[in-house]
């Protein structure tokens, strides 16, 4: 049965009334085209939205998960080195800031887990040397002290003079109580050492010391000025045929104190702590003992401060920079970096 759209309309000049039959199904006609047209196009919209929406998840939660599962491979623990995440294709804005934010921290962490490594190997560094040194080390001193005053007694002043000095020497680097000592004891040692070269090299070797009073009660570690002055002789005087004269300059430099070590010998070589930190070239002599010089300086006084050799015209300059702490400082406060 069809259904018909009943209009009446009346004409009243003339007297006429018009019905107007329209069937349903011609009037809705276009109503329902444009119905069923926006239904389909809400449709696809509603299905691009949603592929939309699942592809942008999914690209996150992939971030997501491949960086947890970088995470789940770190090393628990005894970790000896943090991988930094290194996926650069990341699509959301805040996983790659996290990535950012993760590499700093374990770059930061790496940096202190190596310093904390290099500070273990100082300290059983310095326990082995005491261990080492108490194979009764005062029998050799105490030894040297009666040779000393057999010598003098019989009037052998060189050998007397050569083996007191000895004898301090050794007296100091048995000593294991002080690590910590003043510029002033520091450089008494070296002269000790300079007076038993001076009596194997005689004219050869020509010494000089510019002390600034400023630095005499200033901290430094227990052999540190030696093993520059013990390298001066080994790759200056021992490197030449003529003489060759060493100095011992220590003076005040701002807030730093700098203890040098010069030498007219040949010139070392080039980049030569660097070298040796990257076991480029092989250390000879007290090569080792240099890049300890350095660690300890760091180690007390921290990164700021520490060992340099350059070349300066005619001479070699092995440099100590430290910080201006006195003794009377350190005893009641201590160190602070």
């Given amino acids: 049965m069809v259904g018909f759209f009943v209009a009446n309309f009346q004409n009243d000049s003339q007297q006429f009334a018009y019905t107007i039959l329209i069937p349903y199904s011609e009037l809705f006609a276009d109503v329902w085209k444009a119905f069923k047209l926006y239904t389909s196009i809400f449709i696809l919209c509603g299905i691009i939205v949603m592929v ?29 080195g943090l991988l930094p995440y290194e996926k650069e294709d990341i699509s959301d804005k805040d996983v790659y800031a996290l990535k950012n934010a993760f590499n700093f921290m374990t770059a930061r962490i790496n940096e202190l887990v190596r310093d904390n490594y290099l500070k273990q190997i100082l300290i059983k560094e310095m326990q082995l040397k005491t261990l080492q040194s108490q194979m009764n080390p005062h029998f050799l001193y105490n030894t040297l002290n009666s040779v000393y005053w057999m010598t003098k007694t019989a009037g052998v002043t060189d050998a007397a003079a050569m083996i007191y000095s000895f004898g301090q020497f050794i007296r100091e680097a048995i000593n294991n109580e002080e690590y910590i000592i003043t510029i002033d004891k520091e450089v008494d040692i070296v002269r000790n050492y300079f007076i038993i070269q001076k009596y194997r090299y005689e004219d050869r070797l020509n010494i000089e010391f510019e002390i600034s009073e400023e630095c005499s009660d200033l901290i430094i570690p227990k052999f540190t000025i030696q093993p ?7 790759y200056g005087l021992e490197r030449m045929l003529g003489a060759c004269t060493v100095k011992v300059n220590i003076f005040k430099e701002q807030d730093s104190c700098v203890c040098q070590v010069i030498n007219d010998g040949p010139a070392p070589e080039p980049d030569l702590l660097e070298k040796l930190r990257n076991n480029e070239i092989t250390s000879k002599g007290n090569g080792i003992g240099i890049l300890n010089i350095d660690k300890r300086i760091k180690f007390v006084f921290g990164e700021n401060y520490g060992l340099s050799i350059f070349r300066t015209g005619e001479q070699t300059i092995a440099q100590v920079k430290i910080k201006c702490i006195s003794m009377e400082e350190y005893e009641t406060e201590g160190l602070h970096g």
């Fill in 52 to 80: 939309a929406s699942f592809s942008s998840a999914y690209r996150v939660t992939r971030d997501i998960r491949q960086f947890i599962q970088h995470i789940d491979k770190l090393p628990g623990e005894n970790i000896t």
């Fill in 228 to 234: 520059l002055a013990e390298n001066a002789i080994t």
